[in-house]
């Protein structure tokens, strides 16, 4: 099995910025797309910003400019460096990953358990 683990969520004011972390582990994987999803409450789950394993990436329209998403293929971990951060970004932000279970020659898709990011006027 895989785990991702989100760090890097907090509060912040308007315009400000933050950086998020995710970082997998288990054995004897690869992982093939990660993304960013988040969920304000009394909403549904949105993609934020996704990149493939060649690194190309997309991003909602809402942030586009501000939020840069990335990884680190040696480390495991995606990063999402969130700038001039507004109050409606508000939200329980969440890791996702497409992942090769190598010894079972399959793909599953993984969750990390979201991390908070509340903007304040």
């Known amino acids: 099995q895989v785990q991702l683990v989100e760090s890097g969520g907090g509060v912040v004011q308007a315009g400000g910025s933050l950086r998020l972390s995710c970082a997998a582990s288990?054995?004897?994987?690869?992982?093939?797309?990660m993304a960013w999803y988040r969920q304000a409450p009394g909403k549904e789950r949105e993609l934020v910003a996704a990149?493939?394993?060649?690194?190309?990436?997309n991003y909602a329209d809402s942030v586009k400019g501000r939020f840069t998403i990335s990884r680190d293929n040696a480390k495991n971990t995606g990063y999402l460096q969130m700038n001039s951060l507004k109050v409606e970004d508000t939200a329980v932000y969440y890791c996702?990953?497409?992942?090769?279970?190598?010894?079972?020659?399959?793909?599953?898709?993984?969750w990390g358990q979201g991390t908070q990011v509340t903007v304040s006027s």
């Open positions: 996702n990953a497409d992942v090769m279970l190598i010894m079972r020659d399959k793909v599953g898709a993984f």
């Open positions: 288990g054995s004897s994987f690869m992982i093939y797309a």
């Open positions: 990149i493939t394993s060649g690194g190309s990436t």
